[in-house]
């Protein structure tokens, strides 16, 4: 790679230790079916999961206020449109453009004031809350954490809501923030070394190379190197958390740096990250990071709330909004790397979660979508002058050979006053934290 401050291996976006989960899947072929050309037929017709998604942002806007969410059938490959006391002419446009409508009880402003409600009255440290289009309903999850009164006033105010409106479950174990992962950053900050994870290469408003990770490394510490002990190549532009998200905009150095648009995903293969693409429910989502590996699951919620434990306010909750629910596995070492699609779509940033990739757990992520929209970046290579998936891809291949062992990287990690992190997939019951 041409003026580079970092090695090839650095410039892609995850790294190797390909775990057998969804490894097979992720490098077939694309299996789903096209489209049917039909187009004055009503019939539902299947999609791709990305061009699902594209479907449901149109009818949005067709349906309007009537619009009550949408999720992927990935089973039968259709895109499922709950319809709210809708109109009849454009509940039959939707079905004409082959989706399959469902009329259904609860209107999108109807959820969103119920997790108003939630927000005013159990923003309690362990909770979180999404809506699932699935069933219609809030889901509210609450982590090992939250007992004693701080439940009973959990469960009290999802009963004020209705059986209807939300559901309550309890989680076994711990929401925290999974700092690290994917390809490994490194800065030190006093009181130990921060470790975070590139999520994914971009291009700044301004033409300079840049990366996204997650908000709470962005706001841990301001410059970041690509090795424990090595000197700063990039310095953050811009991060949030908390509040609406979880995201860092972090700049290159040298603004020479080229930074391909692509994941690494371990036995020479990479893919090419060719576009941004909004969650959808039940859609197959794929998970890199430098602790687990590979691994795939589905998104079970959108515009997921989570209410961190502070780590600055031991009496205080760090909540983020906006957020993406999966069932995707992730562990300390995991935190801001990359959520795709088979087909190359930039999904998420990983936030945080509990459970680990032996149990399994709920695991939260910041929208690319968002992201790019609040920083003004855009995917795609900066400096190689053809956009998304253009420039010097060769580098993805390279990388994956020089890449380190990935549980290597995860016991480097230094803990900045808030216990061990490198017990990478412990839940110890402790109350919620961010795990740097």
């Keep these: 790679m041409r003026h580079k401050r970092i090695p090839k291996r650095k410039a892609v976006i995850a790294v190797g230790g390909v775990a057998a989960l969804g490894a097979a899947a992720l490098l077939l072929p694309n299996a789903n079916a096209s489209q049917d050309d039909a187009a004055g037929d009503a019939t539902p017709r299947t999609f791709k999961a990305t061009d699902a ?16 969410g949408s999720y992927y059938d990935s089973g039968r490959q259709q895109l499922v449109v709950n319809v709210a006391d809708g109109d009849d002419n454009a509940i039959a446009q939707a079905e004409k453009a082959g989706a399959v409508v469902r009329q259904v009880a609860n209107s999108t402003a109807e959820l969103k004031s119920a997790a108003q409600t939630l927000r005013t009255k159990a923003t309690i440290p362990g909770t979180s809350w999404a809506v699932d289009p699935r069933t219609n309903k809030i889901l509210v999850t609450a982590d090992s954490t939250v007992t004693g009164t701080n439940w009973d006033k959990v469960e009290s105010t999802v009963r004020s809501l209705g059986s209807g409106t939300a559901t309550v479950k309890k989680s076994a174990g711990t929401f925290k923030t999974f700092v690290s992962g994917g390809d490994a950053i490194f800065s030190q900050v006093q009181g130990g070394t921060v470790r975070c994870s590139l999520g994914f290469n971009v291009t700044g408003s301004d033409g300079s190379p840049a990366f996204l ?23 953050v532009d811009q991060a949030t958390f908390p509040g609406e998200g979880d995201f860092s905009l972090v700049k290159y150095d040298d603004p020479a740096t080229q930074a391909p648009s692509e994941v690494n995903v371990g036995n020479g293969q990479t893919v ?10 039940g859609e197959t989502v794929f998970r890199m990071g430098s602790t687990t590996g590979l691994h795939d699951g589905t998104v079970t919620g959108l515009d997921a709330t989570v209410n961190f434990q502070s780590e600055t306010d031991p009496g205080g909750v760090d909540t983020v909004t906006g957020l993406i629910q999966t069932d995707v596995c992730a562990e300390p070492g995991d935190s801001g790397g990359s959520l795709f699609t088979q087909d190359g779509g930039a999904v998420g940033l990983t936030s945080g979660g509990s459970g680990d990739c032996t149990n399994g757990g709920e695991t939260f992520f910041q929208p690319v979508t968002t992201a790019l929209q609040a920083t003004g970046a855009t995917l795609g290579d900066a400096g190689a002058g053809t956009g998304a998936g253009g420039g010097d891809q060769q580098a993805g291949g390279e990388g994956v050979g020089g890449t380190a062992d990935p549980s290597a990287t995860g016991g480097e990690q230094s803990g900045t006053g808030t216990g061990d992190p490198s017990g990478t997939g412990a839940d110890d019951g402790s109350s919620l934290t961010q795990t740097r």
């Design 53 to 68: 998604s594209d479907l449901a942002t149109r009818l949005q806007g067709l349906l309007g206020e009537t619009f009550a």
């Design 213 to 235: 990770t997650a908000g709470h490394c962005g706001v841990a510490a301001k410059q970041w190197s690509d090795s424990e002990t090595g000197q700063p190549i990039a310095t």
């Design 272 to 281: 090419q990250i060719t576009q941004a693409a909004d969650a959808t429910v």
